[in-house]
């Protein structure tokens, strides 16, 4: 097993796991360095925190996946969970993709902001952006900006400036492959106190650039 973004918390509420001390890229976080974790450069600048030295690609998260269902539990490993073989009826898997950190509600301390692409087998894989926040009794789900399957708004690329979530959404016209899709929307969604909520005005419709990030479309 690969280990990251160590942290010596035990994790309640939405993210449990084990202790372990920092990791190397716990400390280069803290240094404000870019950090390649599976081919993805993270932008850690804003990592000001503890939540840097989170192991988040090798922890326990209960999550609910899809509106009106129940938690559903992942023990993620190398930034992956495989319930079974592909091809099984019960065949769940979980990819969390690597942090962006910054400080989203206003206390100087950075939050972390994650996107976990689920798939069950089938062709769809459906995606959300998760936001947790230091707590003294580690990682604390803050809130989530929900995602969609693929082209049909799937998230990209994830920032954090000016206190704000920068997240680009696919979208794909009836034309367009289902991997393919031809346009993205960036939206601003920002911490209200007790939700994220996109701020509408600042929503920018744009041609997806052709060599640009596309969505997960493949374990």
Known sequence: MLDRW??????ALALLGCSA?????GAKAASGAAVATRGVVTDVSGANGPLAAIDW????????MFEGEGEMDFAV?????????PGDPNFEWLAVQPPVYGDLDGDGVAEAAIVVVYNNGRERFD???LVYTASPDGPRQLGIVY???RGDGGLGP???RDGALRVTRFRGEPSDPPCQPSQQVIETWRWDGRFFTETESARRPETRPRQGPQP????
């Open 6 to 11: 160590r942290s010596p918390a035990a994790i």
């Open 21 to 25: 001390p920092p990791s190397a890229q």
């Open 57 to 64: 690609a090798n922890r326990r998260y209960e999550l609910t």
């Open 77 to 85: 490993v190398d930034g992956v969970y495989e319930s079974s073989t």
């Open 127 to 129: 995606d959300k952006l």
């Open 147 to 149: 995602g969609g399957n």
């Open 158 to 160: 994830i920032a954090i």
């Open 216 to 219: 997960r479309c493949a374990r």
